[in-house]
């Protein structure tokens, strides 16, 4: 974090006053000082909690009368905290700056969404793009039409789509995970009477979005017609595109088009595309699936490996790491665009030359070519911008000869039309640029890192670097004869170097430095680690004589370095280009890589069309899974076929391997997808339009909503969302309430998806009963996991896990045996073996009573019951009974009036001898 900055502030009570007068923020207040900032008040806390983790670093400003609590950051902290609140935290920063004396304003201002002031506080590392989305609805009976509008703020486009809902907002929620969001603008509800947007704020909440609320005026479309024509690169009226019919997205595109400003700076004019987001052209995920399948790492993870996201990120450069997060996100829904990923992938797979020479040669020279375009396109480049964007386009003709050097003609076509052809172009693209950098910039000097017009460029520069170059030859003149003078070895003890601080000076290490002490021609300014700087009169009039003439050359190129500068933003549309491609290449290389270096080498599965074919998996691996230090992992065979086993059940021992089994399937297919080969021996799937998940409780908790809830939630949008195309994972369900409602509930959840929605499902459960379900559906398969009960020869008997799935359900629970393993104290685990063998006792005889009635005679038995009940109901409610006054009514109505019927009816004798 580096040393924390003094706490120094000019006039306190006047900064104290100031400070005290500002509104209330959700954001957190930054003050930049010369070079150091400042917080203060709640803010100063929460620093000193996040970055120091001690509240003892917290000064206060204004002495014991007026205390202002304060804590300082030094620029690398600010920096770190700037990273750690607005991706971690998930807050709003404003940055201000003095203007005068006691007179401060907002010059930065920043959210997770919203990155544009800060992005060079980052220099470039951010990990995935942040996309910020604003929405509007309306709501009529039971249609819901949202309309939303987006942006990656460091692409000039603007992402808009329409489209219908139901009332959980289910194609709403697979959006935002599509895309990343991280930050969404919702219309304020001032009075929170409004149930719909009270749903949205729920939902937004469990995905973790931060919330921007603004007023329902930010949402009109009156100006959206002009405010288009105005940033849209396109000459064709607004009013007249496609998607201004969308009046909802507009609305919406309304709001956001406020929210960042695009109209206060001039340079985003003519600059933005606006283009249509097809929900139904990627696979849809919703929060569960994004959790269940661990797709992004989770705040928790300790290695890379546990998250998929992770696992495949070998990617080489910054913007090829932000198009694998998207991609994962976003698997394809298109049979040709996967398989044309995938024979790229084996490319790269069976050519190991070709796949090495990328990564290590090409791709990781490769900066992020979004953020220099955006440098560019905001007028914050200059010489040195224009250099690197020439170092990238020297670069292109690598690309294209390790291109054309792939032998194999199976691949040569794929590779030229993806990537060959476009470079090709590309490159004669920037055939001009490369020549300007050539013809104007001094490529020599860069060895300096000096970025300079070139100075035969122009006859006045000339004369100044000739003026330079003198100067400089009698600089080695003073240091030859220093040498002499000192007797110090030239460029081995005695140095002639420009300091950052003092200019052109002498350095002799410091062993030597006794040699200048007494000598009054040599001036000491400084000493430090490396050695002793020093000076002379001579030397400190060329050094005078030198900065002069550097300036003035400076001053004389600056006119020229613009006019380079400008030229050079011109070919922003082409790196822009470069960059998808790059970023593409990037992707698959990495995909290729991992293929390749997994402990068992992945395949190429093959797709069928939606709709159609099973789902086959020879000896599936969970790819995270098998990752994981000292893990042996056992491969498993997966069958998912139409009308034989869509519906899988498994059962068996906690620890034994049913979860890892079925998300490993959802894992599988969304590699597929993606246009990754799969870690199995052989793989053919279906192409599924959504994975939908039902696994764990998460943090449910921390906001308010009890585990129970936050499965029915769940469960609620998988009814809703799911098609015959889908793909659905349970791990248990039904286990946040009583066992008799859970068990229902599980049945009748079970007995929906198999009968009306009829997709590919997999049900890990505890529920044993619910392996029921196959005598009455042939389409549901049973499978368990295997473990080995072995005896000891004594009470206790030994439990293996085998982590292996068969076909058959699983004969008994193994819930006490992972109590053993954990070793609970001996009492409690007799207790639990007596108390499970007394309730199977019941059961068993329960199970005996009604096996002795028809299903008729139960459901006959079942209602003279309920009618009993409600007519004792009906007694016992009115007065203000003692419970052995209520337990002497029931007893006269079972020997009164329903004594015969009772006597007679089969069931209630079951009931009543138990």
């Not at 190991?352 to 396109?377: A, C, G, N, V």
């Not at 030198?546 to 500068?565: F, H, I, M, P, R």
Request: a negative charge; charged letters at 25%; glycine letters at 6%.
């Amino acid at each position: 974090m580096g040393s924390r900055p003094e706490l120094k502030v000019d006039d306190e009570s006047g900064f104290i006053s100031f400070f005290n007068k500002l509104p209330e923020t959700d954001g957190i207040r930054i003050f930049e000082r010369n070079d150091f900032y400042t917080v203060h008040g709640k803010d100063a806390v929460y620093v000193a909690q996040t970055v120091y983790k001690t509240t003892s670093v917290i000064r206060q400003l204004g002495g014991s009368r007026n205390p202002l609590e304060s804590c300082t950051l030094s620029i690398t902290a600010f920096r770190n905290f700037l990273r750690e609140v607005l991706f971690k935290e998930g807050k709003r920063v404003e940055i201000w700056s003095a203007k005068g004396r006691n007179k401060w304003e907002i010059s930065k201002q920043a959210s997770p969404g919203n990155l544009q002031d800060v992005e060079e506080d980052f220099a470039g590392q951010i990990e995935s793009s942040p996309i910020i989305l604003s929405i509007k609805i309306s709501a009529k009976g039971e249609v819901r039409n949202v309309g939303v509008c987006f942006a990656d703020a460091s692409v000039r486009e603007l992402g808009v789509s329409e489209f219908s809902d139901n009332d959980l907002y289910c194609n709403f929620e697979s959006l935002l995970i599509q895309l990343g969001v991280k930050e969404c603008i919702i219309q304020a509800d001032e009075k929170n009477k409004d149930y719909e947007l009270g749903k949205l704020r729920a939902l937004l909440d469990r995905c973790g979005i931060v919330m921007t609320f603004k007023k329902a005026a930010d949402f009109s479309v009156k100006d959206i017609d002009q405010d288009l024509s105005r940033l849209l690169t396109s000459e064709v009226a607004a009013g007249i595109l496609p998607q201004s019919e969308s009046k909802l997205a507009m609305g919406a595109a309304s709001a956001l088009i406020k929210y960042l400003g695009l109209m206060t700076d001039d340079h985003n004019f003519g600059q933005y595309r606006l283009y249509q987001h097809d929900l139904a052209q990627y696979m849809k995920l919703d929060a569960s699936a994004l959790r269940a399948l661990n797709l992004m790492p989770g705040p928790r993870d300790g290695s890379k490996n546990m998250s998929l996201y992770g696992l495949l990120n070998k990617c080489k450069t910054s913007i090829g790491t932000r198009l694998l997060a998207q991609w994962l996100k976003q698997p394809l829904m298109s049979l040709e665009e996967i398989e044309k990923r995938q024979i790229l992938v084996e490319a790269f797979v069976e050519d190991t030359e070709l796949r090495q020479t990328m990564q290590e040669e090409h791709l990781k020279s490769i900066p992020d070519l979004y953020r220099l375009s955006k440098r560019f396109q905001r007028g914050l480049a200059n010489l040195e911008d224009v250099v690197r964007a020439y170092q990238v386009v020297i670069r292109i003709p690598g690309f294209i000869g390790t291109l054309e050097g792939v032998m194999d003609e199976k691949y040569r076509d794929p590779l030229d039309e993806q990537y060959t052809t476009k470079l090709r172009d590309i490159a004669g693209n920037l055939e001009k640029l490369q020549e300007l950098v050539e013809t104007t910039v001094d490529l020599d000097a860069l060895d300096n890192h000096e970025f300079i017009i070139k100075p035969e460029f122009n006859d006045d520069l000339q004369t100044i670097k000739k003026r330079i170059d003198t100067i400089r030859n009698n600089m080695d003149k003073e240091h030859e004869r220093a040498s002499s003078d000192l007797r110090q070895e030239r460029d081995k003890k005695l140095f002639l170097e420009n300091h950052k601080v003092h200019g052109w000076c002498f350095r002799l290490t410091r062993t030597e430095a006794g040699s200048i002490r007494n000598k009054k021609e040599y001036k000491e300014i400084s000493t430090q680690k490396n050695g002793v700087y020093f000076t002379t009169t001579t030397l400190q009039d060329l050094n005078r004589e030198v900065d002069q003439s550097t300036q003035t050359y400076n001053k004389t190129q600056s006119g020229l370095v613009q006019e380079v500068v400008n030229v050079a933003s011109s070919y922003c549309p082409v790196l822009e280009e470069l960059a998808a491609l790059v970023a593409h290449m990037d992707v698959i290389v990495s995909f290729a890589h991992v293929s390749v270096h997994a402990p068992s080498p992945y395949v190429r599965p093959k797709m069928h069309p939606r709709g159609e074919g099973n789902t086959i998996l020879k000896e599936a691996r969970h790819p995270c899974m098998e990752m994981q230090d000292d893990i042996q992992f056992i491969t498993n065979d997966v069958n998912l076929c139409r009308d034989s086993s869509e519906f899988l059940i498994i059962t068996g021992p906690n620890m034994g391997g049913k979860s890892t089994y079925i998300r490993q399937i959802g894992v599988i297919a969304l590699m597929a997808q993606a246009g990754c080969f799969v870690p199995c021996s052989e793989a053919e799937l279906t192409i599924f339009d959504c994975i939908l998940a039902r696994v764990g409780a998460s943090d449910s908790q921390l906001k308010g909503v009890s585990t129970f809830m936050a499965e029915m939630l769940e469960t609620a949008t998988i009814l809703k969302s799911a098609t015959s195309e889908s793909l659905i994972i349970i791990d248990e369900l039904g286990r946040g309430t009583s066992t008799y409602d859970g068990f229902g509930l599980a049945w009748a959840i079970s007995e929906h998806i198999v009968k009306e929605i009829r997709c590919f499902s997999m049900f890990a459960t505890h529920f044993h009963e619910l392996t029921a379900l196959v005598d009455d559906y042939p389409s549901v398969k049973n499978l368990h996991v295997v473990a080995h009960v072995g005896d000891t020869g004594n009470e206790k008997s030994e439990v293996t896990l085998l982590y292996k799935v068969d076909d058959g359900v699983c004969d008994q629970s193994f819930g006490i045996h992972v109590a053993e393993l954990v070793r609970f104290p001996q009492k409690v685990i007799n207790m639990a073996k007596r108390k499970a063998d007394e309730l199977e006792d019941f059961t068993g005889k329960l199970e005996q009573r009604h096996t002795q009635c028809t299903r008729e005679q139960i459901a006959e038995g079942s209602v003279l019951l309920k009618k009993l009940l409600v007519e004792w109901k009906d007694k016992v409610e009115a007065g203000c009974m003692s419970p052995e006054e209520m337990r002497g009514e029931l007893m006269k109505l079972v020997e009164g009036p329903y004594k015969g019927a009772f006597e007679n009816d089969p069931f209630f004798q079951a009931v009543k001898t138990l």
